[in-house]
């Protein structure tokens, strides 16, 4: 098992952890006070053929979405070249077909990084919040600052990389990772799941990312197991 605190591995039998001394919770057997603490340990439910159907929907919907981009791109400027008196054919197409290369190559890179990823193991190493400013300009010239807060996420793998989770303006997953805790990247699904769930009130799904409440056994929205 993991410590919690600081993601050393500790013998099962240990009480204590060897690395920060931190006491070790267990969850309580079955009928025992405590029983309902929540789910410890990385869920086998990664394993439930819907999320690898899951995967195989996305890469199908990335490739479709892309060539629907690119044809639009390329007759669409073709059309311009053909009618327009700012561009003209073959120039104009030559645009387009640059243009739809580059939505084919954008998914074709998606495609392939979520073939390419892999399931490895990490601990919290620590959070951050900060305010930062983006700069708007709008169609009539003007130009407005807005600020926003930017919530992130260190992960450290136990190889010694460091993967960061940033979201704008939503504290939820900020909220969600503990520093210390140990957690688990998917493969093909770019998501992390918890080690230790003990007094979760939601989970996100590890496939869509949609928060849901630890009751649950699968995603309200996609279906997929919750891995708990």
Same mark, same amino acid.
């Given at each position: 098992?993991?410590c919690?605190?600081? *993601?050393?591995?500790v013998?099962?039998? =240990?009480r /204590?952890?060897?690395t920060?001394? !931190?006491?070790l919770?267990?969850?309580?057997?079955?009928?025992?006070?405590?029983?309902?603490?929540g789910?410890?340990?990385f869920?086998a439910?990664?394993?439930?053929?819907?999320?690898?159907?899951?995967?195989r929907?996305n890469?199908?919907?990335s490739a479709?979405?892309?060539v629907?981009?690119?044809a639009?791109?390329?007759v669409?400027f073709?059309?311009?070249g053909?009618?327009?008196s700012?561009?003209e054919?073959?120039g104009?197409l030559?645009?387009?077909?640059?243009? *739809?290369?580059?939505?084919?190559?954008? =998914?074709? /890179?998606?495609?392939?990084?979520? !073939?390419?990823?892999t399931?490895?193991?990490?601990?919290?190493?620590?959070?951050?919040v900060k305010?930062?400013?983006?700069?708007?300009?709008y169609?009539?010239g003007d130009v407005?600052?807005?600020?926003?807060?930017?919530?992130?996420?260190?992960?450290?793998s136990?190889?010694?990389?460091?993967y960061?989770?940033?979201?704008?303006?939503d504290?939820?997953?900020?909220?969600?990772y503990r520093?210390?805790?140990r957690?688990?990247?998917?493969?093909g699904?770019?998501s992390?799941?918890?080690?230790?769930?003990?007094g979760?009130? /939601?989970?996100p799904?590890?496939?869509?990312?949609?928060?849901?409440?630890?009751?649950?056994?699968?995603?309200?929205?996609?279906?997929?197991p919750l891995?708990?």
């Amino acid at each position: 098992m993991y410590c919690p605190n600081c *993601g050393a591995f500790v013998p099962e039998d =240990a009480r /204590f952890c060897k690395t920060c001394g !931190k006491e070790l919770r267990r969850p309580a057997p079955a009928g025992e006070a405590g029983a309902d603490r929540g789910p410890v340990g990385f869920s086998a439910k990664i394993n439930d053929p819907a999320f690898a159907r899951y995967i195989r929907n996305n890469n199908r919907w990335s490739a479709v979405f892309a060539v629907i981009l690119a044809a639009a791109a390329v007759v669409g400027f073709y059309i311009a070249g053909e009618v327009s008196s700012e561009m003209e054919n073959p120039g104009s197409l030559c645009i387009g077909l640059g243009i *739809g290369g580059m939505f084919l190559t954008i =998914a074709l /890179f998606q495609i392939l990084g979520r !073939k390419r990823s892999t399931t490895w193991d990490g601990v919290v190493e620590d959070k951050t919040v900060k305010k930062k400013t983006e700069r708007h300009t709008y169609g009539d010239g003007d130009v407005s600052d807005q600020n926003y807060l930017e919530y992130t996420v260190v992960i450290r793998s136990d190889r010694g990389k460091r993967y960061s989770i940033r979201v704008k303006n939503d504290d939820t997953m900020y909220r969600y990772y503990r520093i210390g805790d140990r957690v688990r990247h998917h493969a093909g699904l770019n998501s992390y799941e918890k080690y230790d769930k003990t007094g979760d009130r /939601f989970i996100p799904c590890a496939a869509c990312g949609t928060i849901c409440d630890i009751k649950d056994e699968v995603c309200r929205r996609c279906k997929c197991p919750l891995l708990k």
